[in-house]
């Protein structure tokens, strides 16, 4: 077998699927990623990729955003509580001192924090080892600050990494990344010191790409949201994740359809609706009973 260079080796090949009963005798693990962001006006300019479309400052596409800041999170939120999904926060750690408001409601809520680095105008690119560990430690020290919890997860800012960003997250002690897309299972990841799993997060059902790469209208993506839950809930051990913007989410033509996508997956009895981290721990607590 000829093996290619490029293969990154972050994870075994075959992959080792587990038929796990997620706790209630549920088949399916759901968790709901809201992606509270902060992005910049008029960012620094990074060489390799524009912060936005339009010349700086974009107030256009700092506006819209916005909207997640002073609108749509309440809107998203309240309907998330009503039938009793958690969300477990992508946070642009900037925002505990742009918005400190925000991060306090997600916080009364009960919901869980993992980092998005600081700005989502901010890339990894070319990152120097010394910058990318300030910014992980500049993430754990500031959420705990704002909200008392102590980071465990991490999604790279604007998805942007470094060859070494998943070996410095296991370093710091973070025990889960969003940034592998490879399963649908929560898979370890090889790291060179640490212990670090990947829970899946999605592309896919994100709502960014439902609605800004797929041209999916509201109806659309919800339905699409039942579908992927319906495939998974038939397959035991399996994860959905429903990545969220609140600034498209959120607004008033969305949300019913978004609503009812929930409703469903709640009704339904075979979901386990639960935080990030709970789904890390009973993944392992699973695993070492095998």
């Known amino acids: 077998m000829i093996e ?3 293969d990154p080796r972050l994870y075994d090949w075959p992959p080792q699927h587990a038929r796990l009963t997620w706790p209630g005798g549920k088949n399916v693990a759901v968790w709901v990623a809201p992606n509270l962001e902060y992005y910049e006006i008029d960012p620094p ?7 936005w479309g339009r010349p700086h400052p974009d107030v256009v596409g700092f506006s819209h955003r916005d909207h ?7 809107r998203m939120a309240d309907v998330m509580t009503k039938h009793g999904f958690l969300g477990s926060v992508s946070l642009s750690v900037a925002l505990c001192q742009h918005h400190p408001e925000v991060v306090e409601d997600a916080n009364a809520r009960g919901w869980e924090f993992f980092s998005h680095g600081i700005y989502n105008t901010r890339y990894a690119y070319d990152m120097a080892e010394e910058q990318e560990r300030a910014i992980i430690e500049d993430s754990i020290r500031t959420v705990r600050a704002s909200t008392g919890q102590t980071i ?3 999604l790279a800012p604007a998805l942007t990494h470094t060859p070494r960003t998943l070996d410095l997250i296991a370093e710091y002690g973070l025990s889960y990344t969003c ?4 399963d649908d299972q929560v898979m370890p990841v090889k790291t060179k010191t640490g212990s670090l799993v990947s829970i899946p997060y999605s592309l896919e059902v994100n709502d960014h ?3 800004f790469v797929y041209n999916m209208s509201g109806r659309e993506y919800a339905d699409t949201l039942i579908r992927q839950y319906e495939r998974l809930a038939a397959e035991p051990g399996s994860v959905m994740c429903i990545p969220l913007h609140a ?3 959120g607004q008033p033509h ?3 359809p978004f609503e009812q996508a929930l409703k469903h997956i709640a009704a339904d009895g075979r979901a386990w609706i639960a935080t990030a981290g709970e789904i890390v721990d009973a993944w392992k607590a699973g695993r070492a009973q095998q």
């Open 45 to 51: 300019a990074h060489p390799r990729r524009k912060a």
């Open 68 to 74: 997640s800041n002073r609108v749509s999170h309440w």
């Open 254 to 256: 969305r949300i019913g």
């Open 209 to 211: 790409y439902g609605f």
């Open 179 to 182: 940034d592998l897309y490879h």
């Open 152 to 154: 465990r997860g991490w």
């Open 4 to 6: 290619g260079a490029g």
């Open 247 to 249: 600034y498209l989410i």
